[in-house]
T-cell receptor
Framework: DTGVSQDPRHKITKRGQNVTFRCDPI?????LYWYRQTLGQGPEFLTY????????KSRLLSDRFSAERPKGSFSTLEIQRTEQGDSAMYLC????????????FGPGTRLTVL | RKEVEQDPGPFNVPEGATVAFNCTYS??????FFWYRQDCRKEPKLLMS???SGNEDGRFTAQLNRASQYISLLIRDSKLSDSATYLC?????????????????FGQGTILTVHP
């Protein structure tokens, strides 16, 4: 499967714990995006990278959230001191920088904070 | 005001019906427009891009009115397999923070159920 992959697919954690999610984009794509989706809403942009550079961050990305893409390939999203309001689906997408710029989404990581 | 607004529905239609979804966006500088489809508990997938001249892909027709900041999607001859959430999406606009070409801004989504 050469699509976007995310790990884990599901994560249940207790409030106050730290969690880390991983995204592996389509191999030739140099742009990588993180979104968050809550029930009944469309995805909301969190941040994006072009290669290893983080080019934009949403105001939704509080100081408890950090994302990295150290080698311009896979990316991690860490949430520190999780809160119940962090419960959501975290979606990763990737795209190229030429042609259609279509963003291809991974299956998501569903986070539940108890 | 939300940047992209859609009627959340739900729309319940019989097979073979024609159904139309509407969407408005607030930033007049938006440059790219799309409809995405999202099946239950799955990731969003691009259905079609939307162009000012209007475009068609089989049973699906998308229209864009830049003056009114309005986007539409028409589905003809609905199939059971069309049941999904349809997301209106805009991209590429300039705000006080500068120009962003990368991120997608999604509407709330419109739920469609096609029944036999």
């Amino acid at each position: 499967d050469t699509g976007v992959s995310q790990d884990p697919r599901h994560k249940i954690t207790k409030r106050g714990q730290n969690v880390t999610f991983r995204c592996d984009p389509i191999s030739e794509h140099n742009r990588l995006y993180w979104y968050r989706q809550t029930l009944g809403q469309g995805p909301e942009f969190l941040t994006y990278f072009q290669n290893e550079a983080q080019l934009e961050k949403s105001r939704l990305l509080s100081d408890r959230f950090s994302a990295e893409r150290p080698k311009g390939s896979f990316s991690t999203l860490e949430i520190q001191r999780t809160e119940q309001g962090d419960s959501a689906m975290y979606l990763c997408a990737s795209s190229g920088t030429s042609g259609s710029y279509e963003q291809f989404f991974g299956p998501g990581t569903r986070l539940t904070v108890l | 005001r939300k940047e992209v607004e859609q009627d959340p529905g739900p729309f319940n239609v019989p097979e073979g019906a024609t159904v139309a979804f509407n969407c408005t966006y607030s930033n007049s500088a938006s440059q790219s427009f799309f409809w995405y489809r999202q099946d239950c508990r799955k990731e969003p997938k691009l259905l079609m891009s939307v162009y000012s001249s209007g475009n068609e892909d089989g049973r699906f027709t998308a229209q864009l009115n830049r003056a009114s900041q309005y986007i539409s999607l028409l589905i003809r001859d609905s199939k059971l397999s069309d049941s999904a959430t349809y997301l209106c999406v805009v991209s590429g606009y300039t705000n006080a923070g500068g120009t962003s070409y990368g991120k997608l801004t999604f509407g709330q989504g419109t739920i469609l159920t096609v029944h036999p």
